[in-house]
């Protein structure tokens, strides 16, 4: 069966990673992004297949409209799949306005073409929603707490839109990405104006990340590719087995720290 994609940020990083797959496995792609020019190439490596669709995912009306015409495209949507992009700085350094566009594109989003899609996929009886959002998103991290925080709210609010339209036959699946080299940090970054104060602190951060910037955006495909196939996919996965092991370490750490406090949370009877 020959699937239709509706892929934001679709033209870099995971997002033309994924693109690229669909097209390559004969599917077929409605590729959103604030810039489509990148995937001129792939239009016409594959005639009829690929509709590109200039989109600025953080205009309500715009991703409804969009929406819109992926649908009457290709008639149908089978998989969605909703990107991201970065706010790298300490929490205090942030500014109103880089905070609110940092929401306004990753939660914001990401919520209005979930409601802009949902309708279409109830009235077929099926789809995928796939929210791409990080393996740190279970918790806060230095200098990337507010990418984290909107990524956070994201899976509280796909976890809840799982249950809410799994009756309607529709699936919904919370992708926690590694560490993949898709220009997040470069490109796909916005900088806080670093504070001489955080100095000791960004030196500590860059010694520990390093520059290896992750593996190619495309070793994430096969992952991907096997879970849309899946009768029954998981609400969540981690897509990475680096990144696996670090949720899972970070997890057990925080059982320990709940339990270290167990007696003081056993005060309050709630």
């Not at 489509?36 to 200039?54: D, N």
């Amino acid at each position: 069966m020959t699937r239709v994609w509706f892929i934001t940020g679709a033209s870099r990083g995971l997002g033309r990673a994924f693109t690229e797959a669909a097209l390559a496995a004969g599917d077929r792609v409605v590729a959103a992004s604030r810039n489509v020019e990148p995937l001129a190439e792939l239009e016409g490596r594959y005639p009829g297949a690929l509709v590109r669709l200039p989109l600025d995912v953080s205009d309500r009306k715009a991703v409804f409209d969009g929406v819109e015409k992926a649908v009457a495209a290709f008639g149908r949507l089978d998989i969605v799949l909703n990107n991201a992009w970065l706010l790298l700085g300490m929490v205090e350094e942030a500014t109103e306005e880089q905070l609110r566009e940092q929401f306004d594109v990753n939660f914001f989003g990401a919520v209005w073409v979930t409601q802009a899609v949902v309708p279409h996929l109830r009235a077929q009886g099926s789809g995928h929603i796939l929210q791409v959002t990080s393996m740190g998103a279970s918790g806060g991290f230095a200098s990337t707490g507010m990418y984290a925080a909107s990524k956070s709210a994201l899976n509280s609010v796909s976890e809840a839109l799982a249950m809410e339209v799994a009756p309607f036959g529709i699936k919904v699946t919370i992708l926690q990405m590694g560490g993949y080299d898709t220009g997040l940090f470069t490109v796909g970054t916005t900088m806080t104006e670093p504070d001489p104060l955080y100095g000791e602190l960004r030196a500590q951060l860059a010694e520990m990340w390093g520059d290896d910037a992750g593996p190619d955006p495309s070793t994430a495909v096969p992952a991907v590719m096997e879970l849309i196939d899946l009768p029954e996919p998981p609400v969540r996965l981690i897509v990475g087995g680096a990144s696996y092991d670090m949720v899972l370490q970070m997890e057990q750490g925080r059982i320990e720290q709940y339990k270290a406090w167990e007696r003081l949370s056993r005060l309050a009877p709630g």
